[in-house]
């Protein structure tokens, strides 16, 4: 005999399309291992309400972890997103942080860059600036300023990371030890206020240490969906960084406590 399944058309069909959309959530994520709230949204073309209603079935279920603002995959703590799978992510606020973070740079300042999106965009607002001189690990850094004629571009040596474009390892590490430079910037995979900075990959936190030991100040760009976010390896400690660069859609209760630890903060508005 046939199950009986008294529901009518209509709340079959609102399960059919909850079902649907929290496939293409898991989709979402999956390409890109986190993703925040709006950006979950705009994907599934629905309210923020249906969607964090939506992340509280998919975690009960196993299948993400919540946090502030967003969601990112069981195991993220330990996964790296390749530039790819970054690249397409916040755009639009990357540019926005990128673009305000160039403000902090001065005409003759040395400065340090680590690898990174964010970072990569930044780069592109510096091309502006006269004597400058930057040192990286990042061949997307590079490039964006290969073309800057007052700018000197200094690559690290090191072990190439492919799916980052960025070059790691103890070379990368010695070619900057004994630096001295006015500000490092960096980005990373997520910050919160209890660790600061961190990312998936033990070679990755070793590298970006060092460039933020050769400077009198550390920056961090980090857009929205990477606030409250924990990952593996700590790169900076909170009480380490100076300045804090992101956009308007970080969570407030993150960048509240992250000011009162003395991080002073640059939002960016879209």
Do not use: C, W
Not at 29 to 45: F, H, I, K, T, Y
Not at 117 to 145: D, K
Not at 201 to 209: K, L, T, Y
């Amino acid at each position: 005999m046939a199950a009986d399944d008294s529901r009518g058309p209509v709340e079959t069909r609102r399960a059919m399309f909850a079902a649907e959309r929290r496939q293409r959530i898991l989709e979402v994520m999956r390409a890109n291992g986190a993703a925040s709230l709006r950006d979950l949204a705009e994907a599934v073309q629905s309210s923020e309400v249906t969607v964090r209603r939506d992340l509280r079935v998919l975690e009960a279920d196993g299948l993400l972890n919540r946090h502030h603002g967003g969601a990112t995959l069981p195991g993220a703590l330990s996964r790296e997103p390749t530039y790819a799978q970054k690249a397409h992510v916040a755009s639009a606020e990357k540019a926005a942080i990128g673009e305000l973070a160039a403000s902090l740079v001065e005409d003759g300042d040395a400065i340090v860059i680590g690898a990174g999106t964010t970072t990569q965009v930044f780069a592109q607002h510096l091309a502006r600036h006269t004597e400058l001189a930057v040192v990286t690990n990042s061949l997307l850094v590079a490039q964006a300023l290969a073309a800057a004629p007052r700018i000197e571009v200094v690559l690290t040596g090191g072990t190439l990371r492919g799916s980052i474009l960025a070059l790691v390892g103890s070379a990368a590490e010695r070619s900057v030890a004994g630096l001295r430079v006015r500000r490092a910037f960096i980005s990373g995979n997520g910050l919160t206020p209890e660790r600061g900075v961190s990312t998936p990959n033990m070679q990755v936190a070793s590298i970006d240490r060092a460039l933020a030991a050769a400077a009198e100040e550390i920056v961090v760009l980090a857009d929205h969906t990477k606030i409250g976010v924990d990952t593996m390896v700590q790169t900076v400690p909170t009480d380490e960084i100076d300045h804090l660069v992101t956009d308007d859609d970080a969570p407030r209760d993150v960048l509240d406590e992250l000011a009162n630890r003395a991080v002073r903060l640059h939002v960016a508005r879209l």
